[in-house]
């Protein structure tokens, strides 16, 4: 995962790949590197440094150095007491446990790191002085919590929506269906920034391969693979692009598909019923997805 991490910083140095996209390009990576000890989902490096920098690219590791910079030059005026080193202490686990994990991509390790580095802060910040200034800092920070309680409460609101359509799903009886009021839900979710790709993600499940709307169903399943490549994600995407004719975009979109996910045998039978019923549009699909399964499976074996 650290050799994937350099090659995305390799490839956008000065501002990464960007955030929440290592897992869409450790899922394009997979055919060029053929790792077959790795399978399935990685959204992380699990080390904070390589992580920040296929991400944010030097920019985000100089705002990180330079914040942790200015932190510990803060430190010199300190006379260090027990109390210190304990949270010194608490720090350096969790700095060491996120060279080899991703402690902090979880808010109960965040909260504990946010607090320590809070309360062990020793730079000195005055507010300037000048007339008006106290009342434009309290305005200011009036209009900041306020902003954010406006968010919180959207966010609320689109995470109970969210929740009402995934618990009400099936109560159509079909399978890959919703209820009529579980889809208003989602696309109402949609609607919302914070939570929009999960929207999708549901939405993207209930897709059928065929030309009806296949542009709409292309476009939305290419979303929801660059927001998580997912295994039913990742060959319906292969599906809906060779029923859209384009077969070199489908064979990588299946190739990319099995070095993730070797084991998709319930997409292969699929495919092998479109092929059936659409040769047209599927065969050459069908015979590039068996020569692959051939060529991993010797990977396998000469490893």
């Known amino acids: ?30 055919p060029l590197l053929q ?38 030059y803060g430190l010199r005026r300190t006379t260090p007491s027990a109390a210190h080193w304990w949270g010194y202490a608490a720090l350096g686990v969790l700095a060491i446990h996120s060279l080899l994990e991703y402690p902090l991509w979880y808010v109960y390790f965040l909260a504990i790191a946010a607090v320590l ?21 309290r305005v ?9 309680l406006l968010v919180l409460i959207q966010l609320r609101s689109a995470y109970q929506l969210l929740e009402g359509a995934l618990t009400g ?16 839900q989602l696309a109402d979710v949609q609607r919302m920034p914070l939570l929009s790709s999960y ?27 660059r927001f998580t490549p997912i295994e039913s994600v990742a060959y319906r995407q292969a599906l809906l692009l060779a029923q859209n004719g384009q077969q070199q975009q489908a064979q990588l979109a299946w190739e990319q598909a099995i070095w993730s996910y070797p084991t998709g045998i319930n997409e292969r039978k699929q495919l092998e ?10 065969a050459a699909l069908l015979e590039f997805a068996l020569q692959k399964e051939q ?8 490893q």
């Open 1 to 30: 995962m650290w050799h994937e991490a350099w090659l995305m910083f390799a490839g956008a140095p000065w501002l990464g790949v960007g955030f929440g996209q290592f897992s869409w390009q450790h899922f394009q990576l997979g």
């Open 35 to 72: 790792r077959t000890n790795l399978s399935g989902l990685y959204n992380n490096s699990h080390n904070l440094i390589f992580q920040l920098a296929a991400e944010a690219g030097i920019a985000g590791l100089m705002a990180l150095f330079t914040s942790l910079g200015v932190w510990l």
């Open 117 to 137: 580095l809070g309360a062990l802060d020793e730079t000195r910040y005055r507010m300037v002085q000048g007339k008006g200034s106290h009342v434009g800092g």
């Open 140 to 148: 200011g920070m009036g209009v900041i919590l306020l902003f954010a």
């Open 169 to 184: 799903r099936g109560v159509s009886g079909k399978a890959g269906t919703t209820s009529p009021l579980a889809q208003g």
């Open 199 to 225: 929207a999708e993600l549901s939405q993207s499940a209930l897709i059928e391969v065929n030309a009806q709307g296949l542009k709409d169903k292309l476009a939305l399943n290419s979303r929801v693979l």
């Open 273 to 282: 019923h479109l092929a059936e019923k659409d040769p047209a549009h599927f």
């Open 295 to 302: 060529e991993y499976a010797r990977a396998v074996h000469n």
